[in-house]
């Protein structure tokens, strides 16, 4: 247990009780819905193997940078990720004003969460139709027996149009999620990592060798690693920092949060590389599981988010053990995302419970409260442009559960990293820094560069050209390209 004291200044405060707890409940907030459902998902939606490849290339050059950015502005302020920012930014001499980066980021973590449960619901039905296949079919033959690939695949639109359902569902995740955030961090968050991350693990890694038996592979690595410069447009370049930044958990104090909660002696360069490394090694595995079978299913690369629920029950159907294994898939892609709403939970929790000097558990439940309002107006507006807004060029068509997407990760979470990256390369003071990012030498001065110029450009580019694509090509066309 690390004992500092909490922001009154006399009890101690809240803390992992050892590295490897922090490691794991941050590769457990990183490793979610936003590896095996919605990374499938925007790369098949952005035509494959550029958008991959953009994308590893924002977790390395700005993930990788940001995600040390964040971990250690809430080392050093051993608070709420606004508290945090302001701390940092009093000590180094500077405007405690730059604590906004941190007020929206506690913001979008509660709107990221209010979808998230959403989604955490779907899942939960899919774990009830397998149990209850599993249960009729038994563990002979594959799931689903001899019912027809569409019947399966409308399995999920059957649930868009039932928004009541969706409520429900959501709400039974939110609940579970409340539960685990309101016992605390050691008790409760660190409870939930320490025992589904290993878990996650092994389930991932014993279906991943089954699938992989399975065929089709060599189409997959063909279509997610096949560059094609011309296909790496202004909205796709976006769409993988954006995609970089929720798998990762950044640019809404997602990280900033868990932060505070880390031990003095813990190294906090080698710490952030195993969790991006983790997380993305996790995307393009589950990416290598759901290709093959889209490919081999003749399904659409495109199909957005019903591609992970409706790709793979349908090999669910002809594997053997079929019915067990979907069930154990889904039990694993629970695992996963709930690791990762608890950490969405405690963000706007954290801030709260500090602001309004409130208990922890009362704390919780009204930010789950409030989420779950949100969340049930995404479920049950399914499919319903929202007006005023569907109108605008990034929120084309969309209803508010992609409003919600899409402002987060294509708007909130850029301009999050952008002035995270700004406060820690200019604000915050190199001696602070330098004692706290557990670098040394040429890889500093890399990781220093990177901060200070290369994000905060990047991604104010990589953010105009997503949002103004006309405009853009235009500049570009002017330099000649
Ligand atoms: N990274 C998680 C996933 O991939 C989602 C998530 C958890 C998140 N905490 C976050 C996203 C904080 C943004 C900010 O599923």
């Known amino acids: 247990m690390v004992v500092t004291t909490g922001s009154d200044g006399i009890t101690p405060r809240e803390g992992w009780s050892s590295r490897s707890a922090f490691i794991l409940a941050a590769v457990g907030s990183a490793v979610g819905l936003g590896n095996m459902w919605r990374f499938p998902a925007e790369a098949g939606e952005n035509g494959g193997g550029a958008f991959v490849l953009f994308y590893i290339l924002c977790v390395l050059l700005i993930g990788l940078p940001v995600l040390l950015s964040e971990v250690l502005i809430g080392r050093h302020g051993q608070s709420n990720a606004p508290e945090s920012v302001r701390r940092v930014a009093a000590e180094s001499g500077k405007s405690g004003r730059w604590a906004i980066l941190a007020d929206f980021g506690v913001l979008g973590a509660f709107l990221v969460l209010s979808f998230y449960c959403v989604v955490g619901g779907w899942v939960l039905y899919y774990i009830g139709i397998f149990a209850g296949d599993l249960v009729t079919t038994g563990l002979s033959g594959g799931a689903f027996q001899g019912r027809p690939p569409e019947e399966i695949e409308n399995l999920l639109p059957a649930l868009f149009d039932n928004g009541a359902l969706m409520v429900v569902l959501h709400i039974v995740f939110l609940a579970i999620t409340l539960f685990f955030v309101a016992r605390g961090i050691s008790s409760g968050i660190e409870w939930v990592a320490t025992w589904l991350m290993p878990t996650f693990f092994l389930l991932f890694l014993a279906i991943t060798i089954y699938g992989a038996t399975t065929g ?46 880390v031990g003095r002696d813990v190294n906090l360069a080698s710490t952030s590389g195993i969790i991006a490394g983790a997380d993305t090694a996790v995307a393009l595995i589950a990416g290598l599981c759901i290709f093959p079978i889209v490919f081999a299913a003749g399904l659409e690369a495109s199909a957005g988010p ?135 030498g040429g890889l500093h001065h890399f990781w220093l560069f990177l901060v200070r110029w290369f994000c905060p450009l990047m991604l104010a580019i990589i953010l105009l050209g997503g949002i103004f694509p006309e405009a853009t090509e235009a500049v570009f066309a002017i330099f000649g390209g």
């Open 306 to 440: 019903g591609l992970m629920f409706q790709s793979l029950p349908i090999a669910f159907r002809d594997m053997p053990f079929g019915s067990l294994i979907g069930l154990l898939f889904f039990v694993m892609v629970f695992f996963a995302a709930l690791t990762s709403s608890v950490s969405l939970l405690e963000a706007p929790t954290a801030w709260f419970k500090d602001r309004a000097g409130l208990p922890r558990a009362v704390a919780t439940t009204i930010v789950a409260g409030s989420a779950l309002v949100l969340g049930a107006l995404a479920a049950w507006f399914w499919g319903t442009p929202v007006a005023g807004i569907a109108e605008l060029g990034l929120f084309e068509g969309q209803d508010l559960f992609n409003v919600l997407d899409t402002l987060t990760s294509k708007v909130l979470m850029p301009v999050g990293a952008i002035l995270t990256s700004l406060f820690v390369g200019w604000v915050a003071s190199r001696r602070l820094i330098d004692s706290e990012n557990g670098l040394s």
């Open 216 to 261: 089709g592979f060599g189409e997959a690595m063909a279509y997610l690693f096949t560059f094609d410069f011309s296909r790496l447009t202004g909205p796709v370049m976006l769409a993988a920092v954006g995609q970089a930044f929720f798998s990762l958990s950044l640019g809404v104090a997602g990280m900033m949060t868990y932060g505070a909660y």
